[in-house]
């Protein structure tokens, strides 16, 4: 196996220089550093990340935590803090907790037997405060994304859903849409109630009444949309929505599957918004009607954040970046006559 040492011979250096470059510490002048990454090259040699973990009390490793890792949007936002870190040296170890409050406790009991130096999270709830304690009670810096939690005192990277809901509301309102239902995430999810205090307060500023019976409430990745839509659907026809505001693109998709169950189609029978997009069937234009948020961004700037806490060059009050989503209007709303 090759050593230190061995680079050392090869690019006749002592073997601190080779430690320094290795591990990025002290003053190196830039011929010795392309000397000894040539000799690194041509030796095979690959560091031992255990060791350096000791020597360093740092493991180079982060975890980032998602609720369900087979939504596009979360798999953007894997790409963006896996680019990121590996930019600047760190490797991202990848959990999904299928929006479970017990996976997600499971997983930071293997952060915490893991060397992890920080954690980027996407909480399954208000209640995973209880474990971010946890990590903060190790000194394990921890950046919350895509949701917050009232009782975090942290760094936190999060689209505006109150703006985004608006917006699509908006847009459902412009076409003649005054019967919309809205099909909601959680409201243990700040992003739930965000994206429902959007959608009330749209309809009230256009001086039109808020139904509860229009308003569900399921899990984001949840299936069981159909009974929602059985439900609305047997309502008196001038009764009926004509546009359904989904809260999250799985909520979408498993909406139109139930409407075609119904032989309702979209948007000829019913008109369909939602946050973020939907991957396209190839050779097909993208369908939705979308709120739209820049995923890897946040991945990019939540890894930022998390390393610098980790090098402990942080700032002293807490960073909130809201991220603005974009208005993309597609092929899955249609203009309406407005009632009389």
Do not use: W
Request: proline share 4%; glycine share 4%.
């Amino acid at each position: 196996m090759v050593t230190i040492y061995d680079i050392a011979k090869r690019a006749s250096v002592s073997p601190m220089t080779v430690s320094r470059v290795i591990n990025h510490t002290g003053n190196t002048r830039e011929s010795t550093r392309k000397k000894v990454e040539k000799a690194i090259k041509e030796l095979g040699y690959v560091p031992n990340a255990a060791a350096r973990s000791l020597t360093s009390n740092q493991s180079n490793n982060l975890a980032l935590l998602l609720p369900d890792i087979s939504n596009p949007f979360f798999s953007k936002i894997a790409r963006g803090a896996e680019d990121e870190a590996a930019k600047k040296g760190y490797r991202l170890l990848l959990s999904n907790t299928d929006e479970s409050r017990e996976k997600e406790v499971h997983y930071i009991d293997s952060v915490l037997s893991a060397r992890v130096d920080g954690v980027l999270l996407a909480p399954t709830c208000d209640h995973s405060i209880k474990q971010i304690e946890r990590l903060t009670a190790h000194k394990i810096p921890v950046v919350l994304i895509d949701r917050t939690i009232a009782a975090f005192n942290g760094d936190y990277v999060i689209g505006d859903s109150y703006i985004g809901s608006r917006r699509l509301m908006e847009h459902l309102i412009s076409l003649g849409h005054e019967r919309v239902a809205f099909i909601n995430g959680p409201l243990s999810i700040s992003t739930s109630r965000e994206r429902k205090r959007g959608y009330c307060e749209t309809l009230k500023l256009n001086e039109l009444p808020v139904y509860d019976h229009y308003i569900s409430e399921v899990d984001y990745n949840s299936e069981s949309v159909a009974d929602i839509i059985e439900r609305l659907y047997a309502l008196p026809k001038m009764k009926r929505p004509t546009a359904i505001f989904a809260a999250n693109n799985l909520i979408a998709i498993n909406t139109i599957r139930a409407l075609k169950d119904m032989n309702l189609q979209v948007p000829e029978d019913v008109s369909i918004v939602c946050f973020d997009e939907v991957e396209p069937v190839v050779y097909f234009d993208p369908f939705f009607t979308v709120a739209a948020q820049p995923a890897q961004e946040f991945g990019r700037i939540g890894i930022q954040f998390l390393i610098e806490h980790v090098q402990q060059k942080m700032t002293t009050e807490a960073r909130k970046v809201v991220l603005q989503p974009n208005i993309h209007i597609r092929k899955s709303t249609r203009v309406i006559k407005r009632s009389k």
